[in-house]
């Protein structure tokens, strides 16, 4: 079974860094794309960032410049760099595997973590 445990949230001023890791188990990490998400109060689910199997990566806008998303293969963790945090950021953090191909007869199936809390307050 695919597990996927976030770490690394928690409280910090604005202009601050946090690195979020997303830990994964139970299959062969390389062979996933990994996406974070955030979810803040009262708002929907939004997409963040991607980091694809070769090592591709994508931005939301509002975040270009200041995030980074990265993969250790060897270790199955997605980390996801934040700095020069602003208020707006504040958020649940949700890391996202998405398998290309079919895992008993689920095609593309995709696995959530629990999600990992980022508030950014002075």
């Known amino acids: 079974q695919v597990q996927l445990v976030e770490s690394g949230g928690g409280l910090v001023q604005p202009g601050g860094s946090l690195r979020l890791s997303c830990q994964v188990s139970?299959?062969?990490?390389?062979?996933?794309?990994i996406d974070w998400y955030r979810q803040a109060p009262g708002k929907q689910r939004e997409w963040v960032s991607r980091v694809d199997r070769g090592a591709t990566t994508n931005y939301t806008d509002s975040v270009k410049g200041r995030f980074t998303i990265s993969r250790d293969n060897f270790g199955s963790t997605a980390y996801l760099q934040m700095d020069t945090l602003k208020p707006e950021d504040t958020a649940v953090y949700y890391c996202?595997?998405?398998?290309?191909?079919?895992?008993?007869?689920?095609?593309?199936?995709?696995?959530w973590g629990q999600g990992t809390q980022v508030t950014v307050s002075s």
């Open positions: 139970g299959s062969i990490f390389s062979l996933y794309t």
């Open positions: 996202n595997a998405r398998f290309h191909g079919t895992i008993a007869g689920i095609v593309d199936p995709s696995y």
